[in-house]
């Protein structure tokens, strides 16, 4: 979401004359926009914050000015603190008001020290405005668009409930037009996101109330459109409607990130999960059943305070059960307001480092078991740019491994039959096998 909420940054900036600077070193204006979600990505920000200030009085001392400004979720979690550990930073600004960039740039160069988070979504897409179809080309041919912000579930281990508020749904009209101007300017995969993207309820032009896959069966009505994907779902939301839109929407990609965080029922209780490993289990074989070569990948945490080494087995175990395609793991980090921060059974540094290490091996080897399986397989693969090599060009699976050929810079933007003859670590190489245009 971040990248998403950057580029309609950089979309309202250029409406102020900015263009995007090649070096750092030019700019006059930065933007940090930040994450929360675990004390090293919040704190990294200040070490960067500190390397800018410097930047900024070099360019004072030759009489050229620099803007810092802080966005994103530690500027909704810390507001003025940011400024007030940092003194070069001249506007603090939530991903909730954005949108007000331009206002509150003026006002921090009239001398205010302006610090912004408030969270009047509902204003933010209306005033944001569109991207020239120069800027849609440049992003590429894979869009993200946000349809819902916020979250309501109080994940006991979470800051997002509290920096990026209460759920929302945008409107669906408003969805389809963003998204018709992207196809229009060459966009080919569109990403629908969103905190609990399947919590999604936006209201359609008549007033009803639309859930995920009613967005999905709008947008496969769009031609040039040839591959849809959605991220991140929470289990307790994955319903019918939706598991059967994946057998049923051919552009809807076989492809899910669902985090399950923990495999213990004792630890998703005290995670406020909503859910236990069994419900997890059944969302799986439902979504394989009607869609069996579906790809699942997953978030972990280890080390939530309590965790016992039964805990971790149990983890191990659902990972045995539903072999992932590919998974993220960390260790748990307390955040301030949570009420995991405050518990007082935390588990200490070296149990949750053995225990990330033995996770990630065995996520790791289902991972390169799923890459090696496609070895031999057609897939169909969407380019998206070119290659590392000279005459090689580089795309995303159906299942979201990258994917190398040699190829032609033409066949950007099209979805080709690939046949697989290689797995690498970290992508897969093919051969384009058959001229046919899908796109
Ligand atoms: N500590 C570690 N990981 C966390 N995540 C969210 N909060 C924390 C935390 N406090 C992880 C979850 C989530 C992903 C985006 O980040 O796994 O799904
Ligand atoms: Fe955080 Fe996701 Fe839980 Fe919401 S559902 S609190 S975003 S982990």
């Known amino acids: 979401m971040n990248v998403y909420d950057a580029a309609r940054m950089s979309d309202l900036l250029a409406k102020e004359g900015y263009d995007a600077a090649a070096r750092e070193e030019d700019a006059e204006l930065v933007v940090l926009n930040t994450c929360h979600i675990r004390e090293k990505a919040a704190e990294k920000i200040y070490s960067e914050l500190g390397r800018l200030a410097v930047l900024k009085e070099e360019r004072r001392a030759q009489g050229k ?11 909704q979690a810390e507001g003025e603190l940011v400024m007030r550990r940092q003194r070069a930073v001249d506007l603090v600004v939530g991903p909730q008001s954005y949108h007000r960039l331009p206002a509150l740039l003026k006002e921090a160069r009239e001398g205010a020290r302006v610090a912004d988070t408030d969270f009047a979504a509902r204003e933010k897409f209306q005033a944001l405005p569109a991207p020239t179809k120069a800027q849609i080309a440049a992003r590429g041919v894979s869009a ?8 309501d579930k109080f994940c006991s281990f979470c800051v997002v409930p509290y920096t990026r508020g209460a759920e929302i749904s945008r409107k669906v009209e408003s969805i389809i037009e963003e998204a018709r ?3 229009d300017g060459g966009v080919r995969e569109i990403v629908l996101i969103g905190q609990n993207v399947n919590a999604y309820r936006g209201e359609d032009e008549a007033g009803r109330s639309t859930p995920l896959e009613g967005l999905f069966e709008r947008l496969s009505a769009f031609d040039d459109l ?4 959605y991220t991140t779902s929470h289990p307790v939301d994955m319903t019918e409607g939706l598991i059967d839109a994946h057998a049923s929407l051919e552009k809807l990609a076989p492809f899910l990130h669902l985090p399950v965080q923990s495999g213990s029922d004792r630890v998703l209780k005290e995670m406020n999960r909503r859910h236990d490993a069994r419900h997890y289990l059944d969302v799986v074989e439902r979504l394989r059943r009607v869609r069996p070569d579906i790809a699942i990948s997953s978030d972990f945490i280890v080390g939530f305070p309590g965790e016992t080494e039964e805990d971790f087995q149990a983890t191990l175990a659902l990972i045995d059960a539903v072999e992932f395609a590919s998974s993220f793991f960390f260790k748990y980090s307390p955040r301030p307001g949570t009420p995991g921060a405050e518990r007082e059974d935390q588990i200490d540094e070296d149990t949750k480092r053995d225990r990330l290490a033995r996770l990630e091996a065995r996520v790791e080897a289902q991972r390169r078991a799923f890459n090696a399986a496609t070895v031999g397989r057609t897939l169909e693969v969407l380019f998206e740019k070119q290659g590392r090599h000279d005459g090689q060009i580089a795309g995303k699976s159906p299942y979201m491994q990258a994917v190398h050929v040699d190829g032609d810079e033409g066949e950007i933007g099209r979805l080709r039959p690939v046949k697989i003859v290689a797995a690498g670590p970290n992508s897969l190489s093919g051969e384009i096998v058959e001229a046919r245009e899908f796109a």
């Not at 000015?65 to 500027?75: D, H, N, R």
């Open 144 to 151: 993200f668009v946000t349809v819902q912000e916020g979250c």
């Open 65 to 75: 000015s620099l803007e810092i400004v802080v966005a994103g979720c530690v500027a």
């Open 181 to 183: 101007r992207l196809v």
């Open 226 to 229: 040839t591959r849809l994907r």
